[in-house]
């Protein structure tokens, strides 16, 4: 009976050792034990992707499952391998439906793709410019607005507060710039400023605070700042003329009169605004901020790779390099 009994489990162990060995010289050797795949069918099914397709955002490319190929390109026949997609090359792999030569498949619901140019006169934002689309984006789905990766306003009108645009200010991107829209009055948190009125904080601290994207386009413009051309306000297209100056800046738009803005002169505007709490800067201050941007951009200069010199005139510099944003 002992015997018999050591026999058994001696054969238990045996069994086990063989099958977990397989399953250990799988991996390792990465054996082709992987999913078989019909290249034509859904990927979202209940022994799949089933998961997918369920956010609040839903990229009709990703869910659409005999799609799938459009982007992840399949480095086996009927199998489930696929080749990897860099985040550098992300940019080339959306134009390939972002553009105007792209037409609908049947089947496909939702808006026309956005179109993405690339108009080499364009100013563009980093992660567009870099071609890292997905810096930003989804590119299956999401609860947040646009298959964007976090937090940033949907609508048109939106009070300023803590947390409301994480997309731009986190570590990995603007830290920190989010106080430069939640303090009336400043001389260093930011260059779009007149005097030491907070002008990014008269645009989004009240009731009918506008968001970002209405003055500035996420992508590229034709202006400096990434400021746009126009926006959609309804039904209407509005419009947005603004000329850089070297201290400053002249902004012209359908929503107000013509208006300057200097740091280290401030100009008197003929428009009706609420008062802003704190004082006016005094002149000494202002010039002891005009010393400070200058020696700002000197270090920034200085800095730069030989040959490699993008470093602005007085008071011109680029948010990315000093933290301050305009």
Do not use: W
């Not at 086996?76 to 080749?83: V, Y």
């Not at 939702?110 to 140019?117: S, T, Y």
């Not at 563009?124 to 410019?129: D, E, L, V, W």
Request: net charge neutral; hydrophobic share 30%; charged share 25%.
């Amino acid at each position: 009976m002992m015997s018999m009994q050591f026999c058994l489990r001696s054969f238990g162990i045996i069994v086990a050792a063989v099958f977990f060995s397989e399953l250990f010289f799988s991996f390792a050797h990465g054996e082709e034990k992987i999913l078989s795949i019909d290249t034509g069918a859904s990927c979202i099914t209940v022994d799949c992707h089933a998961k997918m397709g369920k956010k609040k955002y839903v990229h009709p490319q990703s869910v659409k499952g005999d799609l799938c190929t459009g982007c992840h390109e399949i480095t086996k026949e009927g199998m489930h391998l696929f080749k990897d997609i860099p985040s550098e090359s992300t940019g080339q792999l959306c134009a390939k439906c972002h553009s105007e030569e792209f037409k609908t498949p049947p089947g496909l619901k939702g808006e026309p793709p956005k179109i993405i140019r690339e108009d080499k006169d364009l100013q563009k934002h980093a992660p567009f410019a870099e071609g890292k689309c997905t810096v930003c984006h989804d590119a299956h789905e999401s609860n947040f607005y646009k298959h964007l990766k976090k937090e940033y306003p949907e609508n048109f009108y939106v009070y300023f507060a803590a947390g409301a645009y994480d997309l731009c200010f986190n570590a990995d991107c603007h830290g920190g710039l989010g106080e430069a829209f939640a303090i009336p009055r400043t001389t260093t948190n930011t260059k779009f400023r007149n005097g030491n009125l907070n002008l990014h904080f008269r645009h989004v601290n009240k009731v009918k605070g506008r968001s970002c994207s209405v003055c500035h386009d996420p992508h590229a413009s034709l202006a400096p700042k990434l400021i746009r051309q126009s926006f959609q306000f309804g039904k209407r297209d509005l419009t947005i003329n603004y000329e850089k100056t070297e201290t400053g800046g002249t902004c012209s738009t359908t929503c107000h009169k013509v208006t300057h803005y200097d740091r280290y002169d401030p100009v008197s505007n003929p428009i009706n605004v609420s008062p802003v709490p704190g004082k006016d800067a005094s002149f000494e201050e202002l010039q002891r901020s005009r010393e400070r941007d200058l020696e700002e951009s000197k270090t920034k200069k200085a800095n730069e790779p030989p040959g490699e010199s993008t470093a602005p005139e007085e008071g011109n510099d680029n948010q990315e390099g000093t933290g301050l944003i305009q």
